[in-house]
């Protein structure tokens, strides 16, 4: 039944098997004359008949076979050599056989055009969730416009042409009347269409609900009869499936663009909030020492209140710069501004800048040599290491030392900041990298630091796991053994540059 | 006669701040607050200017333009002012012509150190150049081609010297990575910034006791290296 019905679904583009099976059918008729009746040998004409109109349209198979019983009675219904039927019942006969083959014939070729048109059902539906698909996965509209494309000129082997939005072809380009004559109309335009048939293209307008999002042109053809063959509603649908697709792609898009501009606007409201709150502090400082300066005379007094004055806008511009490059890396679609830093230098600038603000303190360093270059923007990574020497001191009795190390572990550079200070509660190990965090001094216990955590404004940490997020580094806190912090960076191993060594 | 200084400066607050503190020290401070100005001072002041203090946004302008203005007629000494998060631009003067630069907030102190490094380079610059270095036991002999630590001779590579001595030549100022790499390794190299840190690395394993705190070869971060100024 299979086999039957792939046969229905051949085009009926050559005779030339029909013309065989009836040269064969006459054959056998003549060859068994004489040893079968005349009604047997009227089923062998029906089988041939029935056989050939697997190939040939119903008005071909219904001529070819009256013209079959026709040469039957010349030839077998005697009297033979006439057309004349001498025997009632051979009448019967020869009006049966015609009958049933005219029927048969007309059967054959409608069952036929059902397959064909079942099988391109089963085609159209194919490249349509072909199509889909292959749209679903694309990741940016252009890359949908070119699936759409190469699909439709691989399946009706035409050039097409894809206008989206207000995109227009110049008025230089071929399909420039046939484009400016479509945007006049609601339909399909070019052969056939009834409208503009003289383009020599097909265009359509690509349409997502009631919404115009652009036009597509299906042509023109290399050789100008190949056009009417593709039907115009099949490819209409085609065309609507990609509008659909498109258009959910463009509107996905809009709204994740606008979920994220909402997301950065309270995260900006928020950020600036804390900022004029963490500002006044240091401000009003800097107004009571400077005040208290214009009133005294004393030498000390004026010293302390000058000393005071440093400190707090050394205070405010180390927090203006953490929340400049907090905005900048928020707003940072654009790559990092990356060159290959030595890891000897990135701590060199950390410990300078720490030594200058904090000269009576005790800073130890450990860099082995022959650290692998990184690949990192420098001033990021010198921010963030400075702002964890900075808690490191801050958060650490004036007494005890701190420590900058790296090291180098298969590849991977890690640095580590440590200190002895108060430590952090394990369950705050990482919820102090959320922005606006500090752990607050009553979950410490005591402590004579209380002074010094109410400083800041918790962007600190915030900024650094933005900036090691932003290397693709990790950066997390551990207990350091025998009391206190450690902090550690890693980033993952990096190709390194090309290099010839030169000889010592 | 006093030095005259011309201040390019904005910021009408730090400008008078600046300007109080030079003259404190010394200096005759001309202020200027846009380009148009500036230019108007260079051109037309009865004394001539010595150095210029320039900072980099202008309303009127980028400082760049200024310098660039200012490179094609005099040599006169800039010194750049600006603010941190924009290290392109700093390398961009200094690669332009400009002398060094300071990043805001800076001290009055540190900002007259740097003024007197570019003043007394100026003075060298038109006399011999400068071939012998000799700073806290490190000294360079540029034209023997001899480097001794402490008085015990080091031996270095040929780039390793080479870029000794391109550090020698400016000792106290800024040398950018372009500067650099241009003329140790060819200005076909200007992009290889990983040959410089390599370099680096290996010259302060020889010359540091402790690389990581260098007191001779310093970093500055995105911007180039600096040889401290001889005593």
Same mark, same amino acid.
């Given at each position: 039944?299979?086999?039957?019905?792939?046969?229905?679904?051949?085009?009926?583009?050559?005779?030339?098997?029909?013309?065989?099976?009836?040269?064969?059918?006459?054959?056998?008729?003549?060859?068994?004359?004489?040893?079968?009746?005349?009604?047997?040998?009227?089923?062998?004409?029906?089988?041939?008949?029935?056989?050939?109109?697997?190939?040939?349209?119903?008005?071909?198979?219904?001529?070819?076979?009256?013209?079959?019983?026709?040469?039957?009675?010349?030839?077998?219904?005697?009297?033979?050599?006439?057309?004349?039927?001498?025997?009632?019942?051979?009448?019967?006969?020869?009006?049966?056989?015609?009958?049933?083959?005219?029927?048969?014939?007309?059967? %054959?070729?409608?069952?036929?055009?059902?397959?064909?048109?079942?099988?391109?059902?089963?085609?159209?539906?194919?490249?349509?969730?072909?199509?889909?698909?292959? !749209?679903?996965?694309?990741?940016?509209?252009?890359?949908?416009?070119?699936?759409?494309?190469?699909?439709?000129?691989?399946?009706?082997?035409?050039?097409?042409?894809?206008?989206?939005?207000?995109?227009?072809?110049?008025?230089?380009?071929?399909?420039?009347?046939?484009?400016?004559?479509?945007?006049?109309?609601?339909?399909?335009?070019?052969?056939? %269409?009834?409208?503009?048939?003289?383009?020599?293209?097909?265009?359509?307008?690509?349409?997502?609900?009631?919404?115009?999002?652009?036009?597509?042109?299906?042509?023109?053809?290399?050789?100008?009869?190949?056009?009417?063959?593709?039907?115009?509603?099949?490819?209409?649908?085609?065309?609507?499936?990609?509008?659909?697709?498109?258009?959910?792609?463009?509107?996905?898009?809009?709204?994740?663009?606008?979920?994220?501009?909402?997301?950065?606007?309270?995260?900006?409201?928020? !950020?600036?909030?804390?900022?004029?709150?963490?500002?006044?502090?240091?401000?009003? %400082?800097?107004?009571?020492?400077?005040?208290?300066?214009?009133?005294?005379?004393?030498?000390?007094?004026?010293?302390?209140?000058?000393?005071?004055?440093?400190?707090?806008?050394?205070?405010?511009?180390?927090?203006?710069?953490?929340?400049?490059?907090?905005?900048?890396?928020?707003?940072?679609?654009?790559?990092?501004?990356?060159?290959?830093?030595?890891?000897?230098?990135?701590?060199?600038?950390?410990?300078?800048?720490?030594?200058?603000?904090?000269?009576?303190?005790?800073?130890?360093?450990?860099?082995?040599?022959?650290?692998? !270059?990184?690949?990192?923007?420098?001033?990021?990574?010198?921010?963030?290491?400075?702002?964890?020497?900075?808690?490191?001191?801050?958060?650490?009795?004036?007494?005890?030392?701190?420590?900058?190390?790296?090291?180098?572990?298969?590849?991977?550079?890690?640095?580590?900041?440590?200190?002895?200070?108060?430590?952090?509660?394990?369950?705050?190990?990482?919820?102090?990298?959320?922005?606006?965090?500090?752990?607050?001094?009553?979950?410490?216990?005591?402590?004579?630091?209380?002074?010094? %955590?109410?400083?800041?404004?918790?962007?600190? !940490?915030?900024?650094?796991?933005?900036?090691?997020?932003?290397?693709?580094?990790?950066?997390?806190?551990?207990?350091?053994?025998?009391?206190?912090?450690?902090?550690?960076?890693?980033?993952?191993?990096?190709?390194?540059?090309?290099?010839?060594?030169?000889?010592? | 006669?006093?030095?005259?200084?011309?201040?390019?400066?904005?910021?009408?607050?730090?400008?008078?701040?600046?300007?109080?503190?030079?003259?404190?020290?010394?200096?005759?401070?001309?202020?200027?607050?846009?380009?148009?100005?500036?230019?108007?001072?260079?051109?037309?002041?009865?004394?001539?200017?010595?150095?210029?203090?320039?900072?980099?946004?202008?309303?009127?302008?980028?400082?760049?333009?200024?310098?660039?203005?200012?490179?094609?007629?005099?040599?006169?000494?800039?010194?750049?002012?600006?603010?941190?998060?924009?290290?392109?631009?700093?390398?961009?003067?200094?690669?332009?012509?400009?002398?060094?630069?300071?990043?805001?907030?800076?001290?009055?102190?540190?900002?007259?150190?740097?003024?007197?490094?570019?003043?007394?380079?100026?003075?060298?610059?038109?006399?011999?150049?400068?071939?012998?270095?000799?700073?806290?036991?490190?000294?360079?002999?540029?034209?023997?081609?001899?480097?001794?630590?402490?008085?015990?001779?080091?031996?270095?590579?040929?780039?390793?010297?080479?870029?000794?001595?391109?550090?020698?030549?400016?000792?106290?100022?800024?040398?950018?990575?372009?500067?650099?790499?241009?003329?140790?390794?060819?200005?076909?190299?200007?992009?290889?910034?990983?040959?410089?840190?390599?370099?680096?690395?290996?010259?302060?394993?020889?010359?540091?006791?402790?690389?990581?705190?260098?007191?001779?070869?310093?970093?500055?971060?995105?911007?180039?290296?600096?040889?401290?100024?001889?005593?």
């Amino acid at each position: 039944m299979q086999s039957v019905l792939a046969l229905l679904r051949m085009r009926t583009s050559s005779p030339w098997p029909a013309l065989l099976i009836w040269l064969v059918t006459a054959g056998a008729i003549v060859a068994l004359d004489g040893w079968w009746n005349l009604g047997n040998l009227a089923l062998l004409l029906v089988l041939g008949s029935t056989l050939a109109s697997f190939w040939l349209t119903a008005t071909a198979s219904v001529l070819a076979s009256a013209l079959a019983v026709a040469l039957f009675n010349w030839f077998l219904v005697p009297p033979r050599y006439t057309l004349h039927v001498q025997l009632h019942q051979d009448l019967l006969l020869l009006a049966t056989l015609l009958g049933t083959s005219t029927l048969i014939s007309v059967l %054959t070729s409608r069952l036929r055009q059902h397959a064909q048109a079942q099988a391109e059902q089963a085609r159209q539906a194919e490249r349509l969730q072909q199509l889909a698909s292959r !749209l679903q996965h694309a990741g940016s509209v252009s890359e949908q416009v070119q699936f759409a494309r190469d699909l439709l000129q691989d399946w009706t082997g035409l050039p097409i042409t894809l206008w989206l939005g207000k995109d227009a072809p110049a008025a230089s380009h071929p399909l420039h009347r046939a484009w400016l004559a479509s945007q006049q109309e609601q339909g399909a335009i070019g052969p056939g %269409t009834g409208r503009h048939d003289e383009i020599g293209v097909w265009v359509l307008p690509l349409r997502a609900g009631v919404m115009r999002i652009g036009t597509l042109a299906l042509g023109p053809a290399s050789d100008p009869n190949t056009l009417p063959h593709w039907p115009l509603d099949r490819l209409q649908a085609l065309v609507r499936l990609t509008a659909d697709e498109v258009q959910r792609l463009q509107s996905g898009l809009q709204t994740r663009q606008d979920q994220d501009r909402l997301q950065a606007q309270q995260l900006r409201n928020t !950020l600036l909030a804390a900022i004029s709150h963490d500002y006044r502090t240091p401000l009003a %400082t800097i107004t009571g020492a400077a005040s208290s300066l214009q009133d005294t005379t004393d030498l000390a007094q004026v010293q302390t209140a000058a000393r005071t004055i440093l400190d707090e806008t050394e205070h405010l511009h180390r927090m203006t710069s953490n929340t400049l490059q907090m905005a900048r890396l928020d707003t940072l679609d654009a790559p990092l501004q990356t060159s290959w830093e030595s890891v000897e230098e990135l701590c060199g600038a950390v410990l300078a800048g720490a030594r200058r603000r904090h000269p009576d303190r005790q800073i130890e360093t450990h860099v082995p040599a022959g650290l692998p !270059l990184l690949g990192c923007d420098p001033v990021l990574v010198v921010q963030l290491l400075d702002n964890l020497i900075e808690n490191a001191l801050r958060y650490s009795p004036p007494d005890q030392a701190v420590a900058l190390c790296a090291h180098g572990n298969s590849g991977a550079v890690q640095f580590e900041v440590l200190d002895r200070g108060i430590g952090i509660p394990p369950e705050w190990h990482n919820k102090v990298f959320d922005p606006f965090r500090r752990v607050l001094p009553e979950t410490r216990g005591d402590t004579g630091f209380a002074e010094a %955590t109410r400083r800041g404004m918790g962007l600190g !940490l915030a900024l650094c796991q933005a900036i090691a997020r932003a290397h693709h580094a990790h950066l997390w806190i551990e207990d350091r053994e025998g009391g206190g912090t450690r902090v550690c960076l890693r980033f993952h191993e990096q190709t390194q540059p090309a290099f010839n060594p030169e000889a010592p | 006669m006093s030095l005259h200084v011309l201040l390019v400066e904005d910021d009408r607050q730090l400008r008078q701040t600046l300007q109080a503190a030079l003259q404190a020290h010394g200096y005759a401070v001309t202020g200027s607050a846009s380009r148009a100005d500036a230019e108007a001072v260079l051109r037309h002041h009865p004394q001539a200017i010595d150095l210029v203090i320039l900072d980099l946004g202008l309303p009127d302008a980028d400082g760049s333009e200024l310098l660039a203005g200012l490179r094609q007629q005099r040599q006169t000494p800039v010194l750049v002012i600006s603010a941190r998060h924009d290290d392109a631009g700093k390398v961009k003067l200094l690669d332009a012509g400009a002398d060094d630069y300071l990043v805001k907030p800076f001290s009055v102190q540190e900002l007259l150190a740097r003024m007197r490094v570019c003043l007394r380079h100026r003075g060298m610059a038109v006399q011999a150049p400068v071939l012998h270095y000799r700073m806290n036991g490190l000294a360079v002999d540029v034209a023997a081609h001899r480097v001794s630590l402490q008085g015990e001779p080091v031996h270095l590579t040929p780039t390793e010297f080479r870029l000794l001595a391109r550090l020698v030549r400016q000792a106290g100022q800024v040398v950018t990575h372009r500067q650099l790499l241009a003329d140790v390794w060819g200005p076909e190299h200007v992009d290889q910034l990983q040959y410089l840190r390599l370099y680096m690395g290996q010259l302060r394993a020889k010359l540091e006791a402790r690389p990581a705190e260098p007191q001779w070869l310093l970093t500055e971060p995105g911007v180039g290296y600096r040889l401290v100024e001889a005593a």
